[in-house]
């Protein structure tokens, strides 16, 4: 049985076409594939505009359903790409107005003297003695001090806010309940960003906190039915916004006739609190 051989020719010939390739100059190398592609710019060019004619001929084909919905398929296409460009211009009027705006707080910031927006570090502490009397709500905690604690830091709680510190000690401090008649802070509603005040109360009968509620504009009305929440404001500088006061139920006209004033039903749960976070300001 003869014995296979591999056949050699082919590679010789390839060998041979490499070593011409080399030893021929670049110069001709380089006509050599300019001709090449101006042999092929034809047939590239009639390949291209057969692909359009065939493209017009196939639509031409469409029935008058099929065009129909290409047609409106390309309205809805053409008029998304107007609402984005409309939608970008928008965006673009927003961020400049708001960059605008955040210069002109700035400048009134530093104008009237009104402290920016302050970040807390929260830190529980243990209520340690109860004072709620007629003439005085406060508590006194463990903290002091010693744990970085300054008169002026405000205390809250799951349902909103307790009140401030009144006195720091080395290792306890006193806070100052939201129902004393001494704590005064601005607040504002929840949906409404006009400032309001909000002055303790002291103790009903039964042992329900409550609070008055000053300077409210004339426009808001309330009822039990559908009552307004007071939240706290950052225009204090004591509490972050949003932290919930209490809610009111009712409001009066106020002896100037320019606003309104009205009782804060403050969370019943404030004087039985036994633990408490304090809010002390960011050093970053």
């Not at 570090?121 to 300054?150: C, E, Y």
């Not at 909103?160 to 601005?186: C, D, K, T, Y």
């Not at 607040?187 to 509620?213: E, H, K, N």
Request: positive net charge.
């Amino acid at each position: 049985m003869p014995k296979y051989r591999p056949r050699l020719g082919p590679f010789a010939l390839f060998g041979i076409f490499l070593l011409l390739w080399v030893l021929i100059p670049t110069s001709w190398k380089i006509i050599t594939k300019s001709a090449f592609t101006e042999f092929h710019a034809p047939f590239w060019e009639a390949h291209s505009r057969i692909s359009d004619l065939s493209d017009y001929w196939g639509h031409q084909a469409d029935s008058k359903k099929t065009l129909i919905l290409k047609n409106r398929d390309l309205v809805r296409i053409l008029s998304n790409s107007d609402l984005q460009k409309g939608l970008n211009e928008n965006w673009q009027k927003e961020v400049a107005k708001i960059r605008g705006l955040k210069s002109q707080l700035s400048a009134l910031e530093s104008t009237i003297g009104i402290d920016s927006i302050t970040s807390f570090d929260p830190m529980l502490a243990r209520i340690t003695h109860r004072s709620i009397n007629g003439w005085w709500q406060g508590f006194s905690v463990r903290k002091g001090h010693q744990h970085g604690l300054s008169v002026g830091y405000g205390a809250i709680c799951s349902g909103g806010i307790v009140g401030r510190l009144h006195q720091v000690h080395s290792r306890s401090a006193e806070i100052q309940l939201a129902s004393n008649p001494s704590f005064r802070i601005v607040a504002s509603f929840a949906g409404d960003d006009r400032p309001v005040t909000f002055q303790g109360s002291g103790y009903l009968p039964g042992g329900r906190p409550r609070g008055i509620v000053f300077d409210v504009p004339h426009d808001l009305t309330t009822s039990s039915e559908r009552p307004l929440f007071l939240v706290t404001s950052s225009l204090g500088g004591t509490f972050p916004t949003g932290l919930p006061i209490g809610k009111v139920e009712k409001l009066k006209e106020s002896g100037d006739g320019l606003f309104k004033t009205g009782e804060v039903i403050l969370p019943s749960t404030l004087g039985r609190l036994s633990e408490i976070t304090l809010l002390v300001p960011s050093s970053e």
